[in-house]
Each structure stands twice: as C-alpha cells, then as structure tokens.
C-alpha cells in the first residue's frame, strides 16, 4: 500500500519546504485542495456534512482566516523541488474556469513535473464562490462534463472545434503532439460515482470517510466500474482519518492500495524547518513510508 499526502490551508512556501521533505522521505503523492474566494457567512453545506466523511476539519471548511493559494502556480513550484511523488490538485474546481485556460496551465505543469502531474478535479459545493465569480451554481454539473471533454480532445494535440452548451471555439490547437495528464475525478454521491466511471482514469475520496465507510465506498465504486463496463480495476485513493500505523495496517490488510493521510496531521505547524522535517521523517518511518534507495536527479 503507498501512502500520499493531502495539504489544505497552508502558505506556499511551506508547501515547498513540506513537499521537498515528503518526497525524500519516500511519499508517494501530495494532494493539494482549492477554493479561489472566501464568502463570508456562507450558507451552503459540503456534500458530506452529517456522515464520517466529514471529519478533519473543525469548523467552517473556509473561513476569512483560511490560507487559500492557486494550486496550479503552487504545484509548479513542488515539481522543481520534488524528483518522485505524484503532484496532485485534489480537488480542482474545474466548472469555474475555461477548459481552454486549464489546458494550457495544465500541459505547462506537466512539462514542469516530467509526466508527474495528474489532475484531480471536482463539480464544486460552495454556492456562494460560483456567486462570486459570476458562474450559474446550477450549470455546474453540465460545465464540468463539457469540460472534461474539451480537456481530453485538446491534450490530445490535434486540431479541435468545439461547439458545446457552454463553450464554443475553433479550430485551435495546444501542443504540438498528445500530453497524457490523468483525469482523477471526486465525489461521493451516486451521479458522482456514475461520471468517474464513465470519464475518470482514477478516484479520490471526498471528505475523509472512517474505515467502514471507505469500504462501502469501494464497493460503490467498484458496482458503478462494472455497471459501465469498464474492464480494467480504477485507482482509488482514500483520504484516512488517523495516521497511526495500526489503522494504515488495518487498510493494507483489507486490500487499499492508496491512502492519503492529511499534512497537518504529520507536519506541525509550529516550530523550526528542522523540527518539521523530523516530525514527517518520524511519520513516514511509523507508517511503513520508506526512502527511495537511488537518486532520480533533476533536470
């Protein structure tokens, strides 16, 4: 089983100097959350609200205190400093944007990171932030599938028209030949399950589900594959709640292959550079996280 990690709320050079240690220390991926504005007094809920997903965090999931950064610009800045770990945005809010402009930002990350880059994204939950940025909240779910459609055809370096509900344009072209970026979908729910079955080439866990959760969502998953026919197992990586060795052997031993611990969780956030590293070089030892043996050098 490999181990990853999840960042949310924190500066980006902290991220920088966490992310450097992670990848020493053998981690297999950093996961890396979003949201671009901070309402004030919001009033919608996240989808996990009320069951074990939703657990981590105490309090508004954001508030005018929560450090928010571009996970794009940041990631760029994790591929120079890392040679190994996957670089993750989980989750990306993809419904806010072009597809066009995430395209572009995306196939430069994935020159930046050597192939490392895979891209996680989301439909959105916070009304008030489409609000903000002047996106119909309910257009969501039909901009995210539209997008991820443009996403893939221009990855694919040929010369692309497109004339969709939500975006128009063409003939464009972005690269020169095809990029691969994997497309890893979230979300819980049945349409949610539904859309990574049919679209995603992998699965990341919203909220934090407790173990027994993480199972039924599995099995969930793993129906919705079948129920589309897909004939090849989907990657699923698991957010868990509490990073002691016993509950990650616990995971291990019931078939998981990918968890994702949270950063906070292993990198204080108190004290010196010094002290964090050894904090995370103790975690990694406890949970089974062990060194790469050889040097890839970067380039």
Excluded at 268 to 293: I, Q, W
């Amino acid at each position: 089983m490999r181990v990853g990690l999840s960042a949310y709320d924190i500066e980006a050079s902290e991220l920088i100097a966490l992310a450097s240690a992670a990848d020493e220390a053998g981690f297999e991926s950093l996961w890396l959350g979003e949201h671009l504005v901070l309402p004030v007094e919001y009033g919608s809920e996240h989808p996990t609200t009320g069951d074990s997903a939703h657990q981590h965090h105490t309090g508004p999931i954001i508030d005018p205190s929560t450090i928010l950064i571009d996970p794009l610009v940041a990631l760029g800045g994790v591929a120079a400093v890392t040679d190994r770990m996957l670089l993750a945005t989980g989750i990306y809010l993809l419904p806010l944007r072009h597809p066009l402009t995430v395209a572009r930002m995306t196939l430069t990350l994935q020159d930046i990171a050597r192939g490392r880059f895979v891209l996680g994204v989301g439909s959105g939950w916070l009304a008030e932030e489409f609000d903000a940025l002047g996106v119909p909240f309910d257009e969501r779910g039909s901009r995210f599938d539209e997008a991820i459609d443009v996403l893939r055809a221009v990855w694919s370096g040929e010369v692309v028209t497109h004339q969709g509900r939500h975006f128009t344009f063409g003939p464009v072209q972005l690269c020169p030949k095809p990029v691969t970026i994997p497309l890893i979908l979230g979300g819980n729910t049945d349409r949610a399950l539904r859309r990574v079955a049919a679209k995603a080439d992998a699965w990341f866990s919203s909220g934090t589900p407790d173990f027994d959760d993480a199972r039924r969502l599995r099995d969930r998953v793993v129906a919705a594959c079948t129920a589309a026919g897909r004939d090849r197992p989907l990657p699923m990586h698991f957010r868990v709640p509490s990073p002691t060795s016993a509950d990650l052997e616990r995971y291990a031993a019931d078939g998981f292959e990918h968890v994702v611990v949270w950063a906070d969780q292993v990198w204080p956030s108190d004290g010196d550079l010094a002290t964090k590293r050894a904090s995370l070089f103790d975690a990694a030892r406890r949970l089974g996280v062990t060194p790469p043996t050889t040097a890839a050098g970067r380039s």
